[in-house]
């Protein structure tokens, strides 16, 4: 069992984005039987992990970094050697960053991959014509600014949802009851609407492209192309970069 | 992390499979938050595990017990109490009676649910009036018949397919083209209508109920009921049980 490379995963943010992942990077592996498919484990601990929103928002103080830290901890010692972590919350710098310096600091030889430097990567390989981009996501990824401040690096113009519409598509992930994390098999059709109104905003602001920027709303919303717009899935993304740092042979051709 | 149960699944036995137990353990979860759902850990070492119908037929010696084995050692040490294995080939006795042997001599604590023990409880507490069972499944299961010894040790009469139907379901499932363990989303059309001529047989031969027997079957027909007769998924039998081992509160009522 120790001469592969197993891919970790941090599940639990959410349950379901865990799920997901797991998912595409199996649909994204050349595998026409069982044992063809790369070794993979998903550790899902969602009790122990603070809302990451909250935290980014100040409403507790606890960092849900350390929480992840001890999951990638207990996936090494099951043999992963990269791991994804399928939340884009996660990876603003206030908290991603505090998991890699625990990780330095514990001698760690885990690679683990940045979702959002991935997207950042993907649009310029295999878009590059694209310059407007419009970022749908939790408000604690809304207010950190990670999509702008990554996109922009490469080039590219983030386009938001104002703050009021930001409320809405907040609700379509957390709200107790018609929320993506309440119900998502299937997905409520009020989420699902909330969602939808934001794409149209994004597109009429001149987004030639869409990030589904949390791994909830790529559970709810599975389109390439929505119009002209490309819609672009971070969950996929991930998927695909995991594999490719594992076993390059393995990954698929992109099917655009 | 230590405090609460986790819950194992052994993944790989096919990888997708494993997946779809995990999905159906979070959707049999009463939660409305990330936080409120069980501790997984789903480890998924496919290349480790030889093909379970392969061995009970002979055309392999290596025994899918060990790697299975090993896998739930790694499981136990990572927290789990509960595992499940989503595969029903790997309860016949030549492989599970092997696994639950070497456990013990292991002195391992580990409470392993047996998926076609918890079938059986579920139709006799559900569904108390059929008799007549219908069962899907890889050629090994069928030819080891461990769902006639089982279900008719709690008074119900099984119906197989006859041989040449067990064919078509096993490459329904094994086909290196179209079979669901090389295309699964979606499955071919192929696949499912071969599945389908199974189920309708075993209608013509009087199946008040049939168990979609393999868990990859379980992928492609997700109806409840076809025509009159019920349709019984093991996996959604085996999510529940594991729910129920570890905290019997959080279990959604069963909707039939």
Same mark, same amino acid.
């Given at each position: 069992?120790?001469?592969?490379?197993?891919?970790?995963?941090?599940?639990?943010?959410?349950?379901?984005?865990?799920?997901?992942?797991?998912?595409?990077?199996?649909?994204?592996?050349?595998?026409?039987?069982?044992?063809?498919?790369?070794?993979?484990?998903?550790?899902?601990?969602?009790?122990?992990?603070?809302?990451?929103?909250?935290?980014?928002?100040?409403?507790?103080?606890?960092?849900?970094?350390?929480? #992840?830290?001890?999951?990638?901890?207990?996936?090494?010692?099951?043999?992963?050697?990269?791991?994804?972590?399928?939340?884009?919350?996660?990876?603003?710098?206030?908290?991603?960053?505090?998991?890699?310096?625990?990780?330095?600091?514990?001698?760690?030889?885990?690679?683990?991959?940045?979702?959002?430097?991935?997207?950042?990567?993907?649009?310029?390989?295999?878009?590059?014509? #694209?310059?407007?981009?419009?970022?749908?996501?939790?408000?604690?990824?809304?207010?950190?600014?990670?999509?702008?401040?990554?996109?922009?690096?490469?080039?590219?113009?983030?386009?938001?949802?104002?703050?009021?519409?930001?409320?809405?598509?907040?609700?379509? #992930?957390?709200?107790? +009851?018609?929320?993506?994390?309440?119900?998502?098999?299937?997905?409520?059709?009020?989420?699902?609407?909330?969602? +939808?109104?934001?794409?149209?905003?994004?597109?009429?602001?001149?987004?030639?492209?869409?990030?589904?920027?949390?791994?909830?709303?790529?559970?709810? #919303?599975?389109?390439?192309?929505?119009?002209?717009?490309?819609?672009?899935?971070?969950?996929?993304?991930?998927?695909?970069?995991?594999?490719?740092?594992?076993?390059?042979?393995?990954?698929?051709?992109?099917?655009?």
């Amino acid at each position: 069992m120790n001469n592969k490379k197993i891919v970790g995963i941090v599940g639990g943010v959410g349950p379901y984005a865990g799920i997901d992942l797991t998912r595409k990077i199996f649909e994204q592996t050349e595998a026409k039987r069982d044992q063809e498919h790369l070794p993979i484990a998903l550790l899902s601990i969602p009790q122990e992990i603070e809302d990451r929103t909250l935290f980014l928002l100040g409403q507790t103080s606890i960092n849900p970094a350390y929480a #992840i830290l001890k999951i990638i901890e207990k996936l090494e010692e099951m043999g992963a050697s990269v791991v994804g972590i399928p939340c884009n919350t996660a990876h603003t710098p206030q908290i991603f960053d505090v998991i890699v310096e625990n990780l330095k600091k514990a001698d760690s030889s885990i690679k683990l991959v940045h979702m959002i430097n991935e997207v950042a990567r993907f649009i310029q390989e295999n878009h590059p014509q #694209i310059r407007n981009v419009g970022v749908l996501s939790t408000t604690g990824t809304y207010k950190t600014k990670v999509y702008p401040i990554i996109l922009g690096q490469k080039g590219m113009n983030v386009i938001l949802p104002n703050d009021v519409l930001q409320d809405i598509i907040h609700t379509a #992930i957390y709200d107790p +009851i018609y929320g993506i994390k309440a119900q998502s098999n299937p997905v409520t059709q009020i989420a699902k609407r909330k969602l +939808i109104e934001g794409i149209n905003y994004l597109q009429k602001e001149g987004a030639e492209a869409i990030v589904l920027g949390c791994t909830e709303i790529t559970i709810a #919303i599975t389109d390439n192309k929505i119009g002209k717009t490309i819609i672009i899935d971070p969950t996929l993304i991930l998927a695909r970069a995991l594999i490719r740092e594992v076993n390059l042979n393995k990954l698929k051709p992109y099917d655009k």
